[in-house]
């Protein structure tokens, strides 16, 4: 991606897990330095001053699915999830027919190029080997028992671009498939699950690496048995996904869940269903049964309910929207972070965490 260079001027960067004043250049698309100095070429400035850069958030669980062939869906979330400083994301997928999980990689193809707001990273497929007493708002009747077959028939359509899929890890013929999905460079997540502490280890044993909105729908810890939910918060090779918006996780339960796991394992995403329309402070969509059905969340609010819920510092909030999700893919050499080398992913943010830009491999897709 060709974007002309420019430089932020005046500005707090985040450098860890600290603002430190300077500059950040960016040239072809990356960053190119972040320094103290002004470069003495001319080129474009953006002055920052009063505000703080951070790296662009990853979203590794926003809802995409297509009701019908029209790419602007796509393109709708995109930019409605930029102008909220989202500028990395996979889109996901709920469990459906195979045929319509097919159709919607073939739409994903289609649509991806066609981005003018946050880029995709690949697909989550949520489903559809899930486990049916913990389907939540997945249609009990789409999830099916695992198949080696299926599955090499959605990685025939989805290709490369498969980078995420939950499972339940305790069912009957299900470590073949984890197996296959590591082979593939596939992350495997836990979710939709009632593994007991045992049987969720089995799946990190084999490859399992990640755990989809932890707490929700999955068997509740007992003092005695701590199901998939322990599994994915003391496994230290477990990265554990949560849904901050104080209705899918009480606060305090998200302040203990990172005191366990520690901010460096733990991931925000959104499970986010809704278009967001400019505003993510609405409270989460329920089926008519009451059932939580995703969220209308941004990963900006997340990061806010996270330093409120667990009083965290804002640079480790931070990071386990933007470089503990690239992390999870492996990308972190590319994203997550705002040091030289990396896209120029940057989000301004004022002193309140309002965005007033983000820019996307060094192009400006939002400014307010």
Same mark, same amino acid.
């Given at each position: 991606?060709?974007?002309?260079p420019?430089?932020?001027?005046g500005?707090?960067i ?6 430190v ?9 990356k960053?190119?330095?972040v ?12 002055e ?7 790296p ?14 029209e ?7 995109s ?8 500028t990395?994301?996979l ?11 097919k ?10 190029? !066609?981005?003018?707001?946050?880029? /995709?990273? =690949?697909?989550? &497929?949520?489903?559809?080997f899930?486990n #049916?007493?913990?389907? @939540? ?10 198949s080696?077959k299926? !599955?090499?028939?959605l990685?025939? /359509?989805? =290709?490369?671009? &498969?980078?995420?899929?939950?499972l339940? #890890?305790?069912l009957? @013929? ?19 699950t009632?593994?007991s ?8 044993r ?9 707490f929700?729908q ?10 998939a ?7 230290e ?29 733990f991931v ?12 993510d402070t ?10 939580l ?11 806010l ?25 492996k ?6 972070s705002?040091?030289?080398g ?25 400014r307010?």
């Open positions: 991606m060709k974007s002309d420019l430089v932020f001027v500005g707090k985040l450098q860890g897990n600290q603002f004043p300077g500059n950040l250049l960016v040239e072809n698309g960053i190119e330095s320094t103290s100095k002004i470069p003495s070429r001319k080129i474009p400035q953006i920052a001053s009063g505000l703080k850069l951070i662009g958030f990853i979203d590794l669980h926003l809802h995409c699915d297509f009701q019908n062939d790419s602007e869906h796509l393109q709708s979330i930019q409605d999830h930029a102008r909220f400083g989202t990395r994301f889109a996901t997928f709920c469990t459906s027919s195979i045929e319509n999980l159709r919607q990689g073939q739409l994903f193809k289609r649509a991806k190029p !066609l981005l003018k707001g946050a880029q /995709v990273l =690949g697909c989550h &497929l949520e489903g559809p899930l #049916p007493k913990h389907a @939540g708002a997945q249609p009990s009747e789409f999830i099916r028992r695992p080696l299926v !599955l090499q028939s990685i025939k /359509v989805y =290709g490369k671009d &498969l980078r995420l899929m939950t339940a #890890p305790e009957k @013929g299900i470590l073949p498939l984890i197996l296959y999905l590591k082979s593939k460079k596939v992350c495997v997540s836990m979710g939709h009632d593994a502490y045992e049987e969720a280890l089995e799946g990190v084999l490859g399992i690496r990640y755990g989809t909105h932890v929700n999955m068997r509740r810890i007992h003092h005695r048995e701590l199901g939910t322990g599994a994915a918060l003391f496994d090779r477990i990265f554990a996904e949560l849904i901050a918006d104080g209705v899918h996780v009480h606060p305090l339960m998200v302040k203990l869940a990172l005191q366990v796991k520690g901010f460096e394992k925000l995403a959104t499970d986010c269903f809704m278009h967001l329309k400019g505003n609405r409270h989460p969509p329920r089926l008519s049964s009451g059932t059905a995703g969220s209308a969340l941004s990963l900006r609010r997340a990061v309910n996270l330093i409120k819920f667990a009083n965290l510092n804002e640079g480790q909030a931070i990071q386990t929207a933007t470089l503990n999700p690239a992390r999870v893919l990308i972190d050499r590319l994203f997550g705002l040091e030289p990396k896209w120029a992913d940057v989000v301004l943010v004022d002193q309140s965490f309002n965005v007033k830009m983000t820019m996307v491999g060094g192009r400006i897709v939002y307010r």
